[in-house]
């Protein structure tokens, strides 16, 4: 088992209003909980990942564990959510689904390798103005290390 850092860069985020809501906020859930939340105004918001890398017996491709990786082994994914937090009460209306999987298995080799951390970068307004959601397609999302 490996243990990488994988740094979440969020650009281009739609603003506070957006389908009713007047206080949007982006942030990283951690099980069922939202943390680090930052105004969807923000210039940029970043956030930074601990994931456990285990290499799956049989098929020869990595897994993902962590606090904030969800989902089953080969569709491991990081939930980047929108909502409005009210005093210690977080409403979502929306997430991201940042897909963690082995296409990456190069760039998550170089990340073991060199200690640098992995890095997504992600414009998160879509099409129409709003916080990008759903899962992420793969041009969504520009990886390096």
Not at 53 to 65: K, M, N, P, T, W
Not at 98 to 122: D, F, H, R, Y
């Amino acid at each position: 088992m490996a243990r990488i850092e994988l740094e979440i860069l969020c650009r281009k985020l739609p603003g506070l209003v957006c389908n009713g809501h007047n206080n949007v906020r982006l942030g990283l859930q951690l099980g069922d909980e939202v943390i680090a939340d930052v105004a969807a105004d923000a210039a940029e918001a970043k956030f930074t990942v601990i994931i456990d890398v285990i290499l799956s017996q049989g098929e020869h491709r990595f897994d993902f564990r962590g606090a904030a990786v969800h989902g089953k082994p080969g569709d491991r994914f990081i939930y980047l959510s929108w909502g409005e937090r009210h005093g210690n009460v977080w409403q979502m209306f929306r997430r991201a689904k940042l897909k963690i999987t082995a296409p990456m298995n190069l760039l998550v080799e170089q990340a073991i390798k060199s200690g640098v951390p992995l890095v997504a970068e992600i414009d998160m307004t879509d099409v129409k103005g709003g916080p990008i959601c759903g899962s992420l397609k793969t041009n969504d999302v520009r990886w390096s290390v």
